[in-house]
């Protein structure tokens, strides 16, 4: 065994467990001789039963994690328990799980003794995946792989005959149980050593293994094997269990029966990514569970209450208020399927409390690390560009209200194909000539959203400093979407968002279209054939660094969020209807969570930054000093710069000879003469 340079595990040929597979089903034994005495084998009632029942894992469990495996396994009855007790579960260790017992109505082999019912009648829709959000310290590690796994290990070697068979799958088909982290070293030291140390001294299986090996000196051929990086179960099974690095080319195509991912919300969401890249981890698992899942849906459909489906376990400390986990946990508000649970550590590891002296008083040397790790409570952004969420204040102007409204729309074209745009809302707004803005535009289509904004400068004069404000007017954001029935993305459509720009430059005196150099070209030119000012200009650096000074220094103004700055953290980025609805509180959020890595300003785990760099791109060109005179106002009006004209504004061609130029302010040569306005 060896880790390969893209620290890929990599078995010998004798300790393959696929080669190992192979050669049992090469060897074309009737899969009828590995089914003898299988009644003979001890089944947990439940999974409670399975933790605690000394014939099994013979362990213990606190109250709370007791709550969250009864609900993802669906093993207690809704109306045979206390409702009481299980909506305030108490916090207690090993002593209270008697009490718990006592309240909790659970279920033998899938039916509950008290009324009858099976688990199909007690619930319309049975669970699969669990997710939950808890501090550290409070046995993320050992519910996920030393409870839950063994126990979904456990289910599946205890179904009657052959597994393929029971699934309808061709026979000798594998199913797997897989771990995954950052790294497979990390994987390693944390699920799989849980899921390895509870497995070693599990009774069960230590009794269940000394009968495969029974059965191996009869038939002569190797049904099981144990070794550091896996354990495999063969003949009429066919289960392996292991773990893997979280990369993209090792998760895909296998078929299985669990999945587990450590500290979920520690991932990133770079699309491009094939290590660590959060969805796309997540959506590899999640199709490598559809198979299970599907044919488990067919079977309870049948009446087969206590068929076990695919699972998934994703139990994780937080980084941030969108990370990857706090993503899914706002998804199970919607879906049915998912067990939820957002807990600190005291509030699920009796023996850690809230009021510990040292606990107390890291809290006060690093209030925000504290609540994130200790207390599940995560800020608003990891690395935060501009700073603590507190720095919102600075830019909150209670008095401003947006120009106009605006809707998303649905467009389809010629072809057929569906896309998404919006449209000004007519008689929504007022026009106004004499005020002079900048339009700052960031395209996205399929992967980012297309967002677009107008800006102006606020007159030293009419403020306490010398230093102007730049003022957000209004932002006109369209997010691409995956449609929930065909599964594929619907993007932005770039003429629809075009018609947009063209009103906004025809209803306000619209001095400069300034844009981001990705797919702007055409419509640049496009605005320089009509006679509209307009440039683009990739952003550096240090444009970043000087608008966080700006930014700091309290010269940003932006309307209300519709929300209100209080409950920007409840805002759910996977709600797409919230994220139409509301574009200024998603402005603020931008501005709260938009990261710096490195010398890198990039976009916020899980969300977007259209609408930061639109009004970073403005205030690029608003502070250029050969521009800033020429959209400052006073009162709304357009304030004079000494000798300027009457014309609007002229786009010149490198050497197209017209003096007084400013030279180059964008990044494509063109050389701007912006003069002030005196007709509006």
Not at 11 to 20: C, I, K, T
Not at 547 to 563: A, T, V, Y
């Amino acid at each position: 065994m060896r880790i390969d340079a893209n620290g890929e595990l990599v078995l010998d040929e004798d300790l393959d467990p696929e080669r190992l597979i192979s050669k049992a089903v090469a060897a074309n034994i009737d899969p009828s001789v590995f089914e003898a005495d299988e009644g003979d084998i001890q089944v947990a009632e439940n999974i409670i039963d399975w933790c605690v029942g000394a014939s099994y894992l013979n362990s213990s469990l606190f109250t709370r994690q007791a709550e969250v495996l009864i609900k993802l396994f669906a093993d207690y009855c809704l109306d045979c328990s206390d409702p009481d007790y299980l909506a305030n579960v108490p916090v207690e260790g090993h002593e209270g799980m008697g009490d718990f017992m006592d309240r909790v109505q659970l279920l033998r082999d899938g039916k509950c003794p008290k009324c009858g019912r099976s688990r199909l009648e007690i619930f319309e829709n049975i669970p699969n995946e669990l997710v939950s959000v808890w501090g550290q310290r409070s046995g993320k590690s050992t519910v996920t792989a030393a409870k839950s796994t063994t126990y979904i290990l456990h289910r599946y070697l205890t179904i009657k005959g052959n597994l393929a068979r029971y699934f309808r799958q061709d026979l000798g088909q594998q199913f797997d149980i897989v771990f995954t982290a950052l790294t497979a070293g990390q994987a390693k030291s944390t699920l799989w050593s849980k899921f390895e140390g509870a497995y070693a001294y599990s009774p069960w299986f230590r009794e269940y293994n000394a009968m495969l090996k029974q059965r191996e000196q009869t038939l002569g051929i190797q049904m099981h094997k144990v070794m550091t990086t896996y354990v495999l179960y063969g003949g009429n099974k066919n289960i392996l269990t292991t773990y893997k690095p979280s990369d993209l080319r090792t998760l895909r195509g296998d078929t299985r029966i669990a999945t587990a991912i450590d500290e979920f919300g520690w991932f990133g969401s770079e699309g491009k990514e094939v290590r660590a890249n959060g969805q796309e981890v997540y959506q590899s698992l999640k199709n490598s569970l559809r198979t299970v899942r599907s044919m488990s849906l067919r079977k309870q459909q049948e009446g087969d209450f206590n068929c076990p489906t695919g699972y998934m376990i994703n139990v994780s400390s937080p980084s941030s208020l969108w990370d990857p986990i706090m993503q899914l946990l706002k998804e199970g508000e919607r879906d049915p399927f998912k067990v939820c649970s957002h807990l600190p550590t005291w509030e699920v590891n009796p023996q850690i409390r809230r009021d510990d002296h040292d606990l107390q008083i890291e809290a006060t040397q690093n209030e925000v690390k504290f609540l994130r790790d200790f207390g599940a409570a995560p800020p608003m952004g990891a690395d935060p560009f501009l700073g603590e969420e507190r720095n919102l204040d600075r830019v909150h102007d209670k008095s401003l209200t947006p120009l106009l409204k605006y809707r998303s729309c649905d467009v389809k074209d010629a072809l057929g194909f569906n896309y998404v745009g919006a449209e000004i809302i007519p008689d929504s707004f007022l026009p106004d000539k004499t005020t002079p803005r900048i339009l700052a535009v960031d395209t996205g289509e399929t992967n980012n959203s297309f967002a677009c904004g107008l800006y102006r400068l606020l007159d030293p004069g009419t403020t306490d400093s010398d230093d102007p404000l730049i003022v957000a007017d209004q932002v006109i954001e369209v997010s691409p979407y995956t449609d929930p029935a065909t599964q594929k993305v619907v993007a932005v459509h770039f003429p629809t968002m075009a018609k947009c720009i063209y009103k906004l430059c025809e209803a306000f005196n619209v001095r400069m279209v300034v844009w981001d150099r990705w797919q702007s070209t055409g419509e640049l030119q496009r605005l320089r054939e009509m006679g509209i000012p307009s440039d683009k200009y990739s952003l550096k650096t240090n444009d970043f660094l000087n608008f966080r000074s700006h930014f700091w220094n309290g010269k940003i103004r932006l309307p209300p969020p519709e929300l209100g700055l209080e409950n920007l953290k409840k805002f759910d980025l996977t709600n797409p209807d919230v994220v139409r609805n509301n574009p200024w509180s998603h402005f603020y959020v931008q501005l709260a969570t938009v990261r710096q890595i490195g010398m890198r300003i990039v976009k916020p785990v899980g969300g977007e930054d259209d609408m930061f760099r639109t009004l970073a791109l403005a205030s690029h060109f608003l502070l250029h000093p050969k521009l800033m005179k020429e959209f400052l106002t006073v009162g709304g009006g357009a304030r004079r710069g000494r000798g300027s004209s009457r014309t609007v504004g002229v786009i010149a061609r490198p050497g197209g000879g017209r003096s007084g130029s400013f030279g180059s302010i964008g990044s494509q040569g063109s050389r701007l003469k912006v003069k002030t306005s005196g007709s509006g």
